[in-house]
Nanobody, 121 residues
Framework: QVQLVESGGGLVHAGGSLRLSCAAS????????MAWYRQGPGKQRELVAV???????NYAESVKGRFTISRDNAKKTVYLQMNSLKPEDTAVYYC???????????????WGQGTQLTVSS
C-alpha cells in the first residue's frame, strides 16, 4: 500500500512564507513525476507546480517567481516553498505522485489527503 502524507499548511499573513512537504511511503519501486495541485473555494483543482524525477520543473503562471518545488528522492519527499503569499493562494493543497509499487509494472497516480493554506490580507 502506498500513502502520501502532506504537512505544513496553516494560516499566514499576506507576504509571508510557508513550506509544504509530502512524503511517500509503502512498497515503492520508483517515483517519476511529483506535483502540487490546489483547489480554492468554489474553484476547480489546478496544477501549481510539477517536478520530474530528473529535476525538471514547471509552474503555473500565477505562482512563477514565488513558489519553488523540489524533491528529495532518497526521502521520497516533495516540497513546495511558497513565498510572497497572497490571499488568492488560499486553497487546499494536494500532493500528487506517479508511483510504481512493488509487484507492478506500471506507474499509477496517487494523491495526498490535502492540507489547508489560508492567507489573510
Amino acid at each position: 500500500q502506498v500513502q502520501l502524507v502532506e504537512s505544513g499548511g496553516g494560516l499566514v499573513h499576506a507576504g509571508g512564507s510557508l513550506r509544504l512537504s509530502c512524503a511517500a511511503s509503502g512498497s515503492i519501486i520508483s517515483i517519476n513525476t511529483m506535483a502540487w495541485y490546489r483547489q480554492g473555494p468554489g474553484k476547480q483543482r489546478e496544477l501549481v507546480a510539477v517536478i520530474t524525477d530528473g529535476g525538471t520543473t514547471n509552474y503555473a503562471e500565477s505562482v512563477k517567481g514565488r513558489f519553488t518545488i523540489s524533491r528529495d528522492n532518497a526521502k521520497k519527499t516533495v516540497y513546495l516553498q511558497m513565498n510572497s503569499l497572497k490571499p488568492e493562494d488560499t486553497a487546499v493543497y494536494y500532493c500528487y505522485a506517479n508511483i510504481r509499487r512493488s509487484g507492478t509494472l506500471r506507474h499509477n497516480a496517487y494523491w495526498g489527503q490535502g492540507t489547508q493554506l489560508t492567507v489573510s490580507s
